[in-house]
């Protein structure tokens, strides 16, 4: 059956609802790694996927243990900024945040201050902020985005953020380079999120990979300092912010601030497991290739408390939506009178918020091999409101699922919404980039933003407040929601899923990816 022949499938909206409601419930404790909240959550999305008829998806078992190292950062001086004149003191928390991916006890620093632009070392862009410079031992700073974000829109992709615009690529960078520290200055136009959502995300513990099998190499502490912190610290030097715009030029180079940065901190870590739930259709023609689905679980835990006295992140949209997302799939999957010739794995991952962490995991330790591995789908933060005309597509032009996406919106009466960027770099930002940087096409596509105008001003006003409730305590469950949009997208990810599923292709990158040559050597 081709995809046009295929009747679009109900979507139990009410289920949606239900599990959004109850995963993202005080109960959970916001699903945190680790905590109670945890083993709550991973019970919960067991229960639902053998309910729906799942088998295991890692051998008898439904998890996929994912070892990690959990660092917590106390006694955390102010940070002082010299010059051989003046010096400035910033507030933790306030003016900056750390994270330190060390099992260190102590982060000492008493080091100078190296601005390095983007932080970006490209290649294929012939770009490089590191070009003959020595960081080691040394504090980097770095701007948040790539160097086509600035007014030269010619270079890199533009607007479109690449993933050297990741605050993920330039601390690896920065530990690739041999720095002691990196920290990214916060620009909200150039992150697409506030500085609120920097604090919110690095105000407690950090996870990462335990590497300890596997060693890479890191930097001793990383953070952020806020836009108004940064441009004090440039102040200090006898500088403006004209030398950022500067970093947008190709004859930019590196520049020691003469500044020392001073700071100290304690840091206790330790090593715990957490858990990738995956759930399994078994193709029934060809079970060795697989299709899968991804979804994360977890969300921040809970803070310190707030003056409304709530301190539970509860992640209602991001992520509890996905995983009912997630949910829903399968079940529709199973009720197909024609099961899939390929496997198909539904695997809630975890540790997302933490830097991807369970999909880089599964990608980098797969239970099947990724050779095999047809395709991905991502579902992050489903849309609770209404129904679009139209869909998104992240990294549009990377690779062949958006041929599929839009061929099945168009059997729902969708197109692909026109213009307008990917500035904030959404590709990067979530569990199916974890499989891209392996060479796995993947597809993170959703609502667009035409609502067909009848009541634009007031859809306006409710999207605008889900935004600001994104990665704060207030991302709680609200009964107006419909999930009109969540059934709509999940028609369509079901429709892309179910013919990979059906057919022998093997959906390709396209030209110009920078992830093309990572599948052509598998
Ligand atoms: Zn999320």
Known sequence: MTLAQQPLPAINKEALKAN?????????????????????????????????????GNRNSFFQPVPLMETDISNVSPLIVKSDEASESFEYMKDFVLLAETSAPQINLNDDIIFAGYGVVAPEYNWNDYAGLDVKGKVVLVMVNDPGFGVDTTIFKGKNMTYYGRWTYKFEEAARQGAKACFVIHNTAAAAYGFNVV?????????????????????????????????????????DTSLLVSANKKDFKAVSLGLKATLTAKVTSHYSTSQNVIGMIKGTKRPNEYIIYTSHWDHLGVGAKEETGDSIYNGAQDNATGIAGLIELAKTFKKMKKQPDRSVLFIA???????????????????YPLKNTVAVINMDALNVY???????????????????????????GRSLKKGGYDTGGGYFRSDHFSFVKQGVPA????????????????????????????????DEFNPDWTFEGAAADLQLYFLVGYKLANEKTWPKWKEG?????IREKQ
């Open 199 to 239: 604090q919110n995300s690095n105000n407690g513990s950090d996870l990462f990979l335990d590497e300890r099998a596997n060693p890479q190499p890191h930097t001793l502490v990383n953070g952020w300092f806020s836009a108004s912190a940064a441009k004090k610290i440039l102040a200090l030097a006898g500088k």
């Open 443 to 474: 597809l993170a596509a959703g609502s667009g933003s035409d609502y067909g105008d009848t009541h634009e001003a007031e859809i306006g006003k409710k999207y605008a407040d889900l935004g600001k409730r994104y990665h704060s305590t207030k």
């Open 513 to 517: 990816s920078e992830f093309k040559a």
């Open 20 to 56: 959004t409601k109850e995963l993202s419930s005080d109960y959970y404790q916001g699903r945190k790694p680790f905590t109670i909240g945890e083993k709550r959550a991973l019970e919960f999305i067991k229960n639902k996927f053998k309910g729906a008829g799942l088998k295991p």
């Open 349 to 367: 991952v975890t540790a997302e918020e933490q830097g991807l962490l369970g999909s880089k995991y599964y990608a980098e330790n797969p239970v």
């Open 386 to 412: 209404d129904r679009t005309k139209d869909i998104s597509i992240g990294g549009f032009g990377q690779n062949e699922l958006e041929d599929y996406a839009i061929e099945a919106a168009a059997k729902q």
